[in-house]
């Protein structure tokens, strides 16, 4: 079954500097990455996904890219925020198959 | 205001005590989630629902059971059979043609041993 790094585990970067956080996945067949957001004791929210067919995608400050031959995929936050602080997760799937989740980025934007 | 409800935010179990997590939604989505969090673990995923009276295990299954009686309520029962309950438990639901992708969490409940 799929299986699913990311790194690192824990990110800190200065206010306006940009940071990016890795993940590789094992199954060539996954075709959907999404990347979610959760902020301290709140619920996870969906903030940019990705597909199989499509090498880079951006909104605002953030943007994913996707390598599939080396199965890896980065999200990349530009001009960080004091509210970027949060612990990001990256997932990925095949088709309509469940999602098997990253262990998480604690990023850290230090004033 | 639409979204996803979970009760309670905090619960604990006594030993040999079943206890049950509350999930309701209105967003007319067809697929609901419960998903457990562990500190520095991904969220791994107990039992799913695609349609009313189906749902099927996920990849932590074991110690835990599930109902889907209306489309709305996807409740999630954490038996004395899971040795190890206490984590963040987390519900969430996505529309059929999102494949089985979440797009929407509660906002969990934390339950712990007494």
């Known amino acids: 079954g799929e299986n699913v790094e990311q790194h690192p585990s824990t990110l800190s970067v200065q206010e306006g500097d940009s940071a990016v956080i890795k993940c590789t996945y094992s199954?060539?067949?996954?075709?959907?990455f999404p990347w979610y957001k959760q902020e301290l004791g709140k619920r996870p929210q969906l903030i940019i996904d990705i597909r199989s067919n499509v090498g880079e995608k951006k909104d605002q400050r953030i943007a994913v890219t996707l390598n599939k031959t080396a199965k890896h995929f980065s999200l990349h936050i530009t001009e960080t925020q004091p509210e970027d602080s949060a612990v990001y997760f990256c997932?990925?799937?095949?088709?309509?198959?469940?999602?098997?989740f990253g262990k998480g980025t604690r990023l850290h934007i230090l004033p | 205001d639409g979204g996803i409800t979970q009760s309670p935010k905090y619960l604990f179990r006594k030993e040999g005590q079943n206890v049950t997590l509350s999930c309701e939604q209105n967003l007319n989505h067809d697929a609901m989630y419960w998903y457990r969090q562990d500190p520095g673990q991904g969220l791994r995923l107990i039992y799913y629902?695609?349609?009313?009276?189906?749902?099927q295990k996920g990849d932590i299954a074991e110690g835990y059971s599930v109902s889907r009686e209306k489309k709305e309520s996807f409740p999630l029962t954490v038996t004395s059979a899971q040795k190890n309950p206490t984590a963040f438990y987390l519900c969430?639901?996505?529309?059929?043609?999102?494949?089985?992708?979440?797009?929407?969490f509660g906002d969990g409940t934390r339950l712990s041993i007494l």
């Open positions: 997932a990925a799937s095949q088709g309509g198959d469940k999602i098997i």
């Open positions: 199954d060539s067949a996954s075709n959907y």
């Open positions: 969430a639901s996505s529309n059929l043609g999102q494949g089985l992708r979440p797009q929407h």
């Open positions: 629902s695609q349609i009313v009276n189906d749902f």
